[in-house]
């Protein structure tokens, strides 16, 4: 049952981003206006993630990292009305049982913070009274050494999984308004490098500055497209000659209504409409599709980063006409 729980785990934490993406979704499910994440060794040998949230309640520390355990679905029919990241309570057991995990917490509720160590079942084996502010810092040590072919691919693969882990930090950082995001590596004794950091502003404009930087914001220009009665489009897309050289991927952002995905369709629309008028670069894009909840679901993937889109054919046709306007030789 064990070796079952830790494979099943291995489904839903892929790898660092994936880990690190859980716990700051939490994080900002949790409210929090400051999120600080730490990696050591490039996360290989931990990553910790601390924010300024609601806290958990003591009530919920025995079932924290049980399977399923959540605190943010009452029932299924909540499904559709979703507004949290997580609801299906995989995330804490997950790393437990591919880790060595820690939490310290501390609600508003709470005079002292505590500090709770779990085993690779997700039972608490430790627990202690530990003063800190309201908020939660979860430490993963170790990921994956409960999976010995997994860790080898894991340190084999690091310095590219720093690298997924980096962009994924920085399509939080662009929606999230209000929110701190401070993101440092350790490496050797203590050299420290800071791999994010933003002023949590109020809008996604100001994101694109910090995050991308003032160059590449003057290469973009403000995207706000209806593309039916039930879908928009809002974000940044590069102007018609200014692209990146580099390869799609780390340069382009989607979500849907807030939610970083991934939306391969839209990337190849995009650059190649784009390539169109010129062959060597990428479009930079940074697209969020508001839509009802009840026309797209994110369940498809235990990751929540593939999504199924009704009637996502006509939306390509009818983005494609709108980028293709874009992109148009000016004049025509
Ligand atoms: P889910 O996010 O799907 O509910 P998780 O396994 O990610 O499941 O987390 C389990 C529960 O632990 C959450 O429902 C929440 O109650 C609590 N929790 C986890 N991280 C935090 C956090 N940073 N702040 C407050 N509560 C948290
Ligand atoms: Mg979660």
Redesign the pocket.
């Known amino acids: 049952k064990a070796v079952a729980h830790r494979i099943c785990s291995g489904q839903v934490i892929l790898d660092l981003s994936s880990a690190v993406k859980?716990?700051v979704?939490?994080?900002l499910?949790?409210g929090a206006s400051n999120i600080e994440i730490i990696l050591k060794e490039y996360g290989e040998e931990f990553f910790k993630v601390i924010?300024n949230?609601?806290?958990?309640s003591p009530d919920?520390f025995q079932a924290?990292a049980r399977k399923h355990?959540?605190?943010?679905i009452m029932e299924f029919s909540d499904l559709h009305s979703l507004t949290t990241?997580?609801?299906?309570?995989?995330?804490?057991?997950s790393l437990c049982a591919l880790g060595n995990v820690t939490v310290e917490?501390r609600s508003k509720n709470e005079a002292l913070g505590t500090h709770l160590t779990f085993d690779h079942s997700g039972s608490v084996i430790e627990e202690k009274k530990t003063a800190r502010q309201v908020g939660?810092s979860?430490i993963v040590e170790k990921l994956f050494c409960s999976l010995p072919v997994r860790n080898k691919e894991f340190s084999r693969n690091i310095r590219r999984e720093y690298g997924k882990l980096t962009s994924l930090l920085n399509a939080y950082a662009l929606m999230a308004r209000g929110v701190r995001f401070l993101c440092t590596n350790i490496t050797g004794k203590n050299s420290r490098s800071v791999v994010l950091k933003t002023q949590g502003n109020s809008s996604i404009k100001e994101n694109v500055i910090t995050v991308l930087g003032f160059n590449t914001f003057q290469c973009l220009e403000p995207l706000s497209l209806h593309l039916c009665e039930s879908c928009t489009v809002e974000g940044f897309l590069s102007k018609p000659g200014y692209g990146s050289g580099r390869n799609m991927g780390d340069r382009q952002f989607f979500y849907i209504n807030g939610r970083p995905v991934d939306m391969p369709k839209v990337s190849k629309l995009l650059n190649e409409v784009y390539r169109g008028s010129n062959s060597k670069q990428y479009p930079i894009a940074i697209m969020n599709f508001i839509m009802p909840t009840m026309s797209c679901d994110v369940n498809v993937s235990p990751d929540k980063r593939k999504v199924f889109i009704s009637d996502e054919g006509s939306l390509l046709l009818l983005l494609r006409t709108e980028i293709e306007k874009m992109y148009a030789p000016h004049g025509c």
Do not use: Y
């Open positions: 859980e716990l979704e939490n994080s499910d949790a924010d949230g609601s806290g958990i919920n924290l355990h959540t605190s943010k990241f997580g609801f299906r309570g995989e995330a804490l057991s917490t939660t979860v």
